[in-house]
């Protein structure tokens, strides 16, 4: 009652501050009438007036003194409680050091680490993307059910019938990926692309400098024109204002400069879109329109449609391309959100990294309060005393609050710091291929939600501690003497037990699933063997190697003088080394007609590809070092696509139609091994070798094993191509092994940060239920002492409390089982080769929990046991 | 010992107080009066208790203080005290006679 209406009075003052003022004018007016009224009844009773008047005043004392004392009772004083309980608190968790620094470090950590991963999950999930109302963008792709295609690239009639047909976008517009080489001193491989002519306008995007492509540049075939971008205008150019209108060479053809795009324009990685450095325009013209499938579209829904419509009117796009123009069988569109394409695949990993953290900073939080409880079990007889000597309830939870938030700030400080380093570091960890990595960083959204994490997780601390902290409004001395012998609160320390289990099993069996499918991954036979491979991507110069004779020239001479440089094994040139982007795929038939159709990916090899890479031949040959440039074309097939074709019977010497450039002949003479041609996780899907020297290209892949460290052949290989043609640059240097680790980047990054989650889940777990059974040993110091005056034996306390520890573990592992494999249901897509409810696992990672918990308890346990039962008695009260 | 006053003993203040408003509301100056005169010019409320103790006894509800002019117009609290004022009141008096008699008691004796 009277604490309520403390309060009331108090909130009347904090809500009204002039009335507060006015009270302490009304109070300042009723001393002085008090001291007028005491003066003229002294005068009445015959003092002089003046004398009177001091009487009253000294009689009465400082007035301000007494107002200072009404006062106290106000609204003013709560801040003066504040300033002196934090004074207090900070003097506190200076005397106990261990108990600061264990509860900050933990606190710090828990902060930290959540606010690191939510920087990267929002950078790269959840931040609006970077252009003109991100959420009306939309990609379009093409579907085709039948050969399980959700997402594939689209062809220009398609794109153009559908830009012509449908009535769901303000526009749309196709981008394709076109590698080219930049002319200059230091000739360089750059990433360029073409898109057309509205592309950037439907991003909502426009160049800083110069201007973009316009339709006018289509219709009067303009084609030698080329927008930069900052990063290249700035490393290339200089970041010179006079860049637009001068001419660049690509590829040895002059490009005009009409423009460059501003610094934060990012575009979209999506489909096989790498970054991009410079754009072209791309024209539709009867040429492309044969190519097949390779353009990614993007649009811009109008106001009034949403991607549910907008999927309805594209399906039925796709229907009237089929029926009207009698083409395009079996395929159709699917409108997807451009933001969840460009993080699709990394959202759900993401999630659940945010998911753990979470979990571990509830750990982290449980630990801190498992520690402040019973900081504040030991501070009892203090709270008790302030009790008798009149605190009031309110007052003693007061001052645990705000313990708890010195502590609190203290911890979101050093953990804002951690933060800003854990960010860094996991920007560094993210794999290469990461969407959107650029757009992770600790900014004010950010540190926002941390510091509201961390007064989400300082309010429970509070709660949990302030419960402890009230010693009731008992009487203070009972409270004193009940406070030294209290073993009330076991409960609750159980539940943390429980708690602490639960979550390390969840997280520790999702760290689990993780690694194992990792380790899954890795120990995958790719079909090729890609240790002391390096490799690389050349492309000659179109105009100084037009003719097909002189590109076969060019990459004999330079494979032989690779060849001959010591510690060279074996050299190759294909068109896309295994685990390189985009290379062809299309329909193998067999001959003569049958139904027999499968999808296969199309490589160029040459005859040392398959030593070279170590695939190993099933039957017949494979291509001779003197492959025929005219005649007849041979074909080598894998396993896969020999088993699909004819169930296994296909035989040396059958026809297939490959459905290439309006179809290709050719005669199988071998088959290989299987072999993992893009990523470690789909099967192969069959594959067709052709002769690179039947089909030459400016562009090749040189495939190089030697003996030694791969890298070291580098230089060597730059010096021969360099003494061909110093015009000729060596783009996308890489060692095979690194191309197939980067394929697995991801799962890698996944694996590595649940499994260090885990890792300090198990600490902090160990260290909490420590701490619980170490307090509830010194809690229950006397009552051991009683039992083992009443006969106990040291082992049978060990055994209680042993068994206590143990029963509480399996609890908290049970329930931490259930909830790991509701979890681990959302992860299906995520692990490779092992299903999410693995039993084994789920079970070796509990038995791993209790047995750390037991660990846990089993020191406290012995100290408990060796506990003297005449000392304990003795002691306390 | 007249003319002598005796400062109000400690932990009697509240029964004062809530003993001088059973009568009618007063202002803080006018308690400190009513004190004097009901103990016949003995008991001199130590003017700077009175007013903590007046802010005290509203806080538990055993009084209220109301804004309210003096008759030359200064402003001033006027004190009345609450049923529950007057409940404690009674709790007072009872502990009070006790403990007088008991030390009446202990005076007595020997």
Known sequence: ?????NVWVRLRQLVAPPAGNDAEGLLDAEMRYHVDCETKDRIARGMSPAEARRTALRDFGGVDRYKEEVRDLSAARWIDEMADD??????????????????????????????????????????????????????????????????????????????????????????????????????ERVQGAEVTARFFAVLGARPVLGRGFSDADATEGRSNIVLLSDGLWRRRFGGSDSIVGRTISLDGRPFTVIGVMPRDFVPPKIGWLSDQDLWLPFVPNEQNRGWGRFLVVIGRLKDDASIATAQRDMASVAERIVSDEGRN??????????????????????LIMLGAVGLLLLLAITNVGSLTVDHIRRRHPELALRRALGASAGRVVRQVMTHCLVLGVIGAVIGIGTAVIGTAALVAMLPPEMPRGGAVRVDGTVLATSVSVALFAILMLGVIAARRGIVG?????????????????????????????AIGVVLASIAGLMVQSFINLRDVNLGFDPSGVITARIQLPAESYESPASQRAFFDRLGRQVGALPGVEAVSFATTRPFACCAPATSVTLQPLKSDSATADVRYVDSAFFAALRVPSRAGRIFASAESPDGDVNAVVDETLARKLTAGRLSIGNRVTIGLSGGIDATVIGIVGDVHQADVRSVPRGAVYLSAARFPSTVRDIIVRGRGRPEDLVPGMRRELESLDPAV????????????????????????????????????????????????????????GLRMALGASPGAILGLLVARGATLAVAGAVIGVIAGVLLSRSMSALVFGLQTSDPGSFASVAALLVGVAMAATLVPAIRAAKVDPMEALRSGA | MPGDSLDVLHGTLDLLVLKALAVGPLHGWAISKRIRELSREVLEVNQGSLYPALYRLENRGWITGEEALSNEGRRLRIYRSTAAGRKQLAREIQVWKAYAGAMQHVIAAG
Request: aromatic residues 8%; proline residues 4%.
């Open chain 1, 1 to 5: 009652m009277s604490a309520l209406s």
């Open chain 1, 473 to 501: 409004e008992r009487d203070g001395t009972l409270a004193i003497r009940e406070a030294a012998g209290r073993t009330t609160g076991r409960a609750g320390a159980g539940g943390l037990v429980i708690g602490e289990v």
């Open chain 1, 729 to 784: 640059a060596l783009a996308q240097v890489t060692t095979l092994h690194d191309a197939v680790g980067a394929s697995i980047a991801r799962d890698r990054f996944t694996a590595t940060i649940l499994g260090l989650f885990a890792m300090v889940a198990i600490i902090l777990a160990m260290v909490g239920i420590y701490g619980v059974f170490a307090a509830d040993v010194s809690a229950r110091r006397k009552e051991i």
């Open chain 1, 329 to 350: 069988t079996g395929w159709s569109a699917r409108v997807v959100s451009l933001a969840g394409e460009m993080t699709g695949e990394v959202r759900r990993p993401l």
């Open chain 1, 86 to 187: 934090t004074r207090f608190t900070l003097r506190v968790l200076r005397r106990n050091p261990g108990y600061t620094a264990a509860a900050a470090i933990t606190f710090a950590l828990g902060i930290g680490l959540t606010t690191a991963v939510f920087s990267v999950v929002y950078g790269v999930v959840l931040r609006p993307l970077p252009y003109a109302d991100p959420e009306r963008l939309v990609a379009v792709w093409e579907t085709h059910r039948a050969r399980g295609r959700d997402a594939n690239v689209v062809s220009v009639p398609n794109f153009e019938s559908w830009r012509a047909a449908n009535r769901s976008f303000d526009d749309l517009a196709a981008i394709v990926p076109a590698p080219a080489t930049l002319g200059g001193e230091m000739p």
